[in-house]
């Protein structure tokens, strides 16, 4: 009983959300996106009590994605993610956010624990950096490109499907990774925490979306939801970035560019600091 309940709120809260089609624009949000430099930060609200959780995806022995830089040398995923990672930290702390990050070196931290420091630290937002990798089986598997923004939800299409269980592959590099159910109180408290912040969540996907789209090469793949383990745990608004296809020659050149990783943590940095500004203004400087 309990546990059907949890069900209907969770599909009944995913539901209120608007479902993005392939080729729809994103919704936009109607907040000026903030600019770099002392002048542009006059009159923002400070953000120095504001927490940023900034998660580098993969790590130690999980190399999540590996893809064509040449033919001798491919990337690796853990390292872009964790090179924009930092240069998102850099960008944030230059706009006086707290930045609390859930690995600074090649090391692995298990699904479960990203969200779980990212709760101690009292996050206002989690924002885990990944990048996505064709399906073999496309026609053009090279060809595909760009970037997307996912939200936690029920994966609807079955490229977000496709996403998801790339991402949540990760869990079989833990050693004491968790192979029975939770009990179903505690799956009603975390889909309930969940729940209260899908539509912020959203939001703030769309704002990484519009940022990454002034300074990326590829096109923009929309704003899409899906299941990933390391937002489950994360009790505020959260979402998963895949910067690019690191399986196309091109981008994955783009991405191991040092000065275009420091662009894409700025992005999404811009992104993250619209967000807080606008929560600043509608709750008062301040508020939790």
């Known amino acids: 009983m309990l546990l059907a309940l949890a069900c209907a709120l969770h599909f009944a809260a995913v539901d209120l959300l608007p479902i993005l089609q392939p080729g729809q ?3 936009v949000l109607q907040a000026p996106p903030p600019r770099t430099g002392a002048a542009s930060r006059a009159g923002q609200p400070s953000l120095k009590h504001r927490v940023v959780v900034v998660d580098a995806g993969h790590g130690g022995p999980d190399n999540g994605m590996s893809g064509p830089l040449g033919v001798a040398k491919k990337v690796r995923e853990k390292d872009i993610t964790l090179a924009v990672a930092k240069a998102l930290q850099k960008a944030l702390e230059e706009r006086g956010v707290t ?39 496309w026609k053009q598997p090279a060809g595909a490109r760009g970037y997307e923004t996912y939200f936690l939800a029920e994966a609807k299409t079955e490229d977000e499907k496709r996403v998801e269980a790339m991402e949540n592959e990760s ?9 029975s159910g939770d009990d179903p109180l505690g799956f009603i408290i975390r889909d309930m925490a969940q729940n209260e912040h899908l539509r912020e969540s959203s939001v ?10 002034g300074i990326h090469p590829g096109p923009s793949r929309g ?4 299941g990933f383990s390391v937002l489950v745990r994360a009790f505020m608004p959260a979402v998963l970035v895949e910067v690019g296809f690191g399986s196309n020659a091109a981008e994955s050149a783009y ?22 500004a606008q929560y600043e203004k509608k709750v008062g400087p301040g508020s939790p």
């Open 204 to 213: 703030l996907a769309s704002l990484v979306q519009q940022q990454l789209k």
């Open 99 to 137: 930045v609390v990050m859930t690995r600074t070196k090649d090391t692995l931290i298990a699904l479960k624990d990203r969200g779980k420091i990212a709760n101690t630290a009292k996050g206002d937002l989690f924002i885990s950096v990944h990048v996505n990798a064709a399906n073999p089986r």
């Open 223 to 226: 704003i899409k939801q899906a």
């Open 25 to 27: 624009p994103p919704v």
């Open 255 to 276: 991405m191991t560019n040092a000065a275009r990783q420091k662009e894409l943590g700025g992005a999404i940095a811009n992104a993250a600091v619209a967000y807080l």
């Open 171 to 179: 869990i079989r590099f833990e050693t004491s990774a968790e192979t």
